[in-house]
């Protein structure tokens, strides 16, 4: 199974902060890299796919890079309603596996 | 806009049998072009993809290595739906459960809202 890391596994973050989550995979994965937002109590949400395409809906501010074993999250400027937990989540080969998290919370 | 709806309890007795079901809305379980999984999620192993059921021409499914004993995903086309079963489940299957729209490469786009089973006597 291709391992999947995370890091930092939590942060502190100001509104308005520019924040960056990076993901590493064991092997390469191309660009199959996805990340998504969950929220206590919800299901995780899609935030990008492919490693760089923005899903449907989701604003602006969230990006993503990267491609092979190297992968990064950034949220431009930190919103309220963004301090959550962030996954990032393989396609490449089976069984599709996650991270183990991101925790974003309020400096 | 598609929507996954799960039912199911949310306690089941050690030994016995995990069973969810899942309402699909806007599309069709039946589609060339879909997958319909179960990932659950626990403190202990984080997000975990279970398995899935998809149809290309005819029904497959695929299971992880660490349930694949234990787990049946069945789809049922006459209502639109696909279900889980777990058996002989212990307190280490207690989870949050989901399922989840998404055929690899693509995401899991669509999920349900997600069911807390809780093993216990």
């Known amino acids: 199974d291709i391992q999947m890391t995370q890091s930092p596994s939590s942060l502190s973050a100001s509104v308005g902060d520019r924040v960056t989550i990076t993901c590493r995979a064991s092997?390469?994965?191309?660009?199959?890299l996805n990340w998504y937002q969950q929220k206590s109590g919800k299901a995780p949400k899609l935030l990008i796919y492919?490693?760089?395409s923005l899903q449907s809906g989701v604003p602006s501010r969230f990006s993503g890079s990267g491609s092979g074993t190297d992968f990064t999250l950034t949220i431009s400027s930190l919103q309220p309603e963004d301090f959550a937990t962030y996954y990032c989540?393989?396609?490449?080969?089976?069984?599709?596996?996650f991270g183990p998290g991101t925790k974003v919370d309020i400096k | 806009q598609v929507q996954l709806q799960q039912s199911g309890p949310g306690l089941v007795k050690p030994s016995q049998t995990l069973s969810l079901t899942c309402a699909v809305s806007?599309?069709?379980?039946?589609?060339?072009?879909?997958?319909w999984n179960w990932i659950r999620q626990s403190p202990s192993r984080g997000l975990e993809w279970l398995g899935r059921?998809?149809?290309?021409?005819?029904?497959?499914?695929d299971y992880a290595v660490s349930v694949k004993s234990r787990i049946i995903i069945n789809p049922d086309t006459s209502k639109n739906q696909f279900s889980l079963q777990l058996h002989s489940v212990t307190p280490e299957d207690t989870a949050v459960y989901y399922c989840?729209?998404?055929?690899?490469?693509?995401?899991?786009?669509?999920w349900g809202q997600g069911t807390l089973v809780t093993v216990s006597s």
């Open positions: 989840a729209r998404g055929a690899a490469p693509a995401p899991f786009d669509y």
């Open positions: 806007g599309d069709s379980v039946s589609s060339n072009s879909a997958a």
């Open positions: 059921t998809y149809y290309r021409s005819k029904w497959y499914n």
């Open positions: 092997q390469s994965i191309s660009s199959y």
């Open positions: 492919a490693a760089s």
């Open positions: 989540q393989q396609s490449y080969s089976a069984p599709r596996t």
